[in-house]
Nanobody, 114 residues
Framework: VQLQASGGGLVQPGGSLRLSCAASGSIVSFDRMAWYRQAPGKQRELVAERTRGGIKNYADSVKGRFTISRDVFKNTLNLQMDNLKPEDTAVYYC?????????WGPGTLVTVSS
């Protein structure tokens, strides 16, 4: 499965962005789909994840501001990001797991700055 992320860009603090990760095939069978991010000089961290059963988990730093969702008709994993803060600046990656198969998307840059 090929993954392609989009939606990144420059936004002012308090603004919103919506990231999308488009898969080349069906996403219904993925056991887990997630968004990670990596800020300059920092380790990659989990931002949000969604299990096949619909359970969603979020990093404490984004709870109440970010929402993960999927669209099985468009085969996309989405991340709605509201009330963005400068500390959200990072490259965001989508990640999928199906059994032993794992795949990272190429990443999309989000910059939050005034």
């Amino acid at each position: 499965v090929q993954l392609q992320a989009s939606g990144g860009g420059l936004v002012q603090p308090g603004g919103s962005l919506r990231l999308s990760c488009a898969a080349s095939g069906s996403i219904v069978s993925f056991d887990r789909m997630a968004w990670y991010r990596q800020a300059p000089g920092k380790q990659r961290e989990l931002v949000a994840e969604r299990t096949r059963g619909g359970i969603k988990n979020y990093a404490d730093s984004v709870k109440g501001r970010f929402t993960i969702s999927r669209d099985v008709f468009k085969n996309t994993l989405n991340l709605q990001m509201d009330n963005l803060k400068p500390e959200d600046t990072a490259v965001y990656y989508c990640y999928v797991i199906r059994g032993d198969y794992t795949q990272w998307g190429p990443g999309t840059l989000v910059t939050v700055s005034s």
